[in-house]
């Protein structure tokens, strides 16, 4: 059974097999494809992984991610961004997911992570201390705290407020609201959902 | 709505978006996860990748995938396998499918694909006349046609038939086993599935 595909091909379907949620099928198709592509092809995503991390860095203030030839997230230094609302994600990404709804004026703060004894982060691994450095620095009114809608996310929000009041801090504290998504049928709907959409009712 | 993501992580998702089935979800996730993962994780994939042409290249005889300081695939080079039963396959990794079998004792050959008019892949298009050298040069007894079955493969096993008889080579010609898989149930096998099962029923 030895040798069945030549080394360099099972070096980079294992290779590919890191990537999250990429198992041996998909890895095989992956390295199949790049084995066909064209050498541009493989060029510029060969590239693109091994610049990655020297092309991008963090934000030392809001902990978004930016250019390596950026000093701060332009979210932030931006002068039409209001720096006294501020919305509290876990991960950068979160950011593209609420910057598409064109809703949001105001500015951002990732924390890197949610607040879970099981995988060992505990509010120390968090951006938090920075988070409060700015609620004073920027004379923030309004803190939206947008972590995740997980039992990580919520735990992390709990925290968050309590912190924020024991630090003596007084600002607004809101949370993203929980309800029905569009699109979803009442009677898909799972119950906590419901229950959350039935407390969070608005007169009409 | 402009720079919402480092330009340098703009482009890694876009380049990741280029494998089969990723979609922008994935590719995003891949691309946070190379750049939260170790340089050295991101040099050997990119490594790899970049690569992959120049230490793989096709048997001369077989047309499977071989390391490029390979003459010929081990798989026909090796004196224990029969030169005289060939399986023809339509792409290299099938092979590798039929070695985990530990069935089978023979040689390969691969198409290179399968004929599908919509695609613009003619017959001209794959290694048949290879094949036909190879019957005649090897003295093969019987060719064992394992190509998908799909409409393409189908096809494409009955245009061999034909044109390996056409040719005046006699050689004995099977098609793959079709019927209900291991661990299916009869009530959901498609009908078509199951009336090949009927067809190639065999005497207990």
Do not use: W
């Not at 004379?139 to 968050?160: P, R, Y």
């Amino acid at each position: 059974m030895a040798h069945l595909l030549p080394v360099a091909l099972e070096k980079l379907i294992d290779e590919l097999g890191r990537l999250p949620g990429v198992g041996a099928r998909t890895a095989e198709r992956y390295a199949y494809f790049l084995l066909k592509a064209d050498q541009h092809i493989n060029t510029s995503l060969s590239t693109a992984i091994h610049d990655i991390h020297s092309l991008v860095k963090t934000c030392p203030i809001t902990f978004a991610l930016i250019d390596a030839d950026e000093t701060v997230s332009p979210l932030y230094s931006n002068s039409d961004r209001d720096k006294t609302v501020v919305a509290v994600v876990e991960e950068p990404l979160d950011i593209v997911a609420l910057e598409r709804t064109g809703q949001f004026k105001g500015t951002y703060h990732v924390l890197g992570g949610a607040i879970s004894p099981i995988d060992g982060v505990g509010p120390d691994q968090l951006h938090i201390p920075e988070l409060l450095k700015r609620l004073v620095d920027d004379d923030v009114k309004e803190v939206i705290i947008a972590t995740n809608a997980s039992v990580e996310g919520e735990s992390t929000a709990l925290f968050l407020q309590r912190h924020i009041k024991d630090a003596g801090i007084v600002v607004a504290i809101s949370r993203l609201a929980r309800g029905i998504p569009v699109g979803v049928d009442l009677e898909y709907a799972d119950q906590i959902t419901l229950a959350h959409a039935l407390e969070g009712r608005r007169t009409l």
